[in-house]
C-alpha cells in the first residue's frame, strides 16, 4: 500500500530516507564513515598517478568560484568523452575530494571524468547548488565542444542531474542541450518528502524550492532532450523502499517521452556500495554505464 509521508510519523519519515538505515553490511552509525573513507581513498589515488594528466580545482565560474576536478586519459582526443560526475551527501556532505574514484577505470576506456563540486546546505541553498552545477555543465560544455557529455549524480546529486536535464540551456548561452545521455544512481527525484524529514533541518527547502526542483514534477521540461537520449537508472537491492518507489516514478513520467530509459536494481549492492564498486574496472555498474555511453550514437 502507498505510504504518504502525512500518514506517518516524523521518526518512521527520517528512517525511510536514512540510507544508511537499511545497509547489511555494517552499522548504519559505520557504513557512511566507512562509504567517504573508501571514496576519498580511491579518489586520492586517481590524483596521485604518475601517468594521469589532471586538472585540479578549477573555478568553474570564475575566480573564487566553486571548483570541479578534470582527469584525463592517455591520448585524449578532443572528442573525447567526458563523464560528468556530481556528487551525493544529502547536499551537505562531501565534495570533489570523494568524486574521483571511477577516474582510472573510466580512463582507462578513453574516457575523461570531470568531477563537480558544489557549496553545501546549511550554507547554501538548494537553488544555488542547482545554479552553481548548471554553471559547472556550461564550462565543461564549452570546455570540450567537440565531445559527448555524461551527465552522472549519486543520491543528492543523481537529483541534480536530473534537474540538469530539467534545465532551459538557452537561458544561460547554450545553443542546444549539451547531454548525449545521463546514469541516475538511488536518486532523489521528488523532494516533497524531504522538506518533511531531518534532512531538511540543514536544507531549509522553501515551497518553490520543492515545486522547481523536484525532476519528477518537471519532467514536461525535458522536451528539448535530443533524439536517442539515454537514461540509465540504478539502485542498490539493500535500499529504501522510498528510493525504490521514488525511482520508479521518475521512470514512470519518463516513459511517454521520446527517449531510451533502463532501470537496473543490483543485486547484494546497498545504497553506498553502489558507487563504491565503480573503482574497479570489472564491476557491474562499470559495465553498465559504459555499454549505455557506446550505445549513445554520435550525432
Known sequence: PLITM????????????????WSRRLPSDEVV??????????????QTKCHVRRELNVEYAGPGSQTLDIYYPDGDRE??????????GYWQFMGTEHSGFMALPFNAHGIIVAAVGYDL????????????????????????????????????????????????????????FPFSGAILLSGIYDLTPIQQ??????????????????????????????????????IGEQESPEFK??????????????LSCSLHELM???HFSL??????????????????MNSSPRL
Open 121 to 176: 546546505a546549511p550554507k547554501a541553498t538548494m537553488t544555488l547548488i542547482v545554479g552553481q552545477c548548471r554553471q559547472a555543465c556550461v564550462y565543461l560544455r564549452l570546455k570540450f565542444p567537440k565531445s559527448r557529455l555524461f551527465v552522472c549524480g549519486h543520491s543528492a546529486g543523481a537529483h541534480l542531474a536530473a534537474c540538469l536535464l530539467a534545465t532551459d540551456w538557452s537561458h544561460y548561452g547554450l545553443g542546444g
Open 79 to 88: 572528442s573525447s568523452d567526458v563523464f560528468i560526475y556530481i556528487h551525493g
Open 6 to 21: 502525512t500518514s506517518i510519523s516524523r521518526e518512521e519519515r527520517d528512517y525511510l530516507y536514512s540510507p544508511s538505515k
Open 268 to 270: 547484494g549492492d546497498d
Open 33 to 46: 564513515a566507512v562509504h567517504a573513507r573508501k571514496l576519498m581513498e580511491a579518489t586520492l589515488k586517481a
Open 245 to 258: 518507489r521514488q525511482m520508479a516514478e521518475y521512470r514512470k513520467e519518463l516513459q511517454p517521452l521520446d
Open 197 to 234: 524529514t531531518y534532512v531538511n533541518d540543514a536544507l531549509q527547502l522553501t515551497d518553490e524550492e520543492v515545486m522547481t526542483f523536484s525532476p519528477i514534477k518537471t519532467v514536461k521540461q525535458l522536451s528539448a532532450l535530443p533524439t536517442h537520449f539515454s537514461v540509465l537508472l540504478a
Open 275 to 292: 558507487t563504491e564498486q565503480m573503482e574497479s574496472d570489472n564491476s557491474a555498474l562499470n559495465k553498465l554505464i559504459l555499454d549505455a
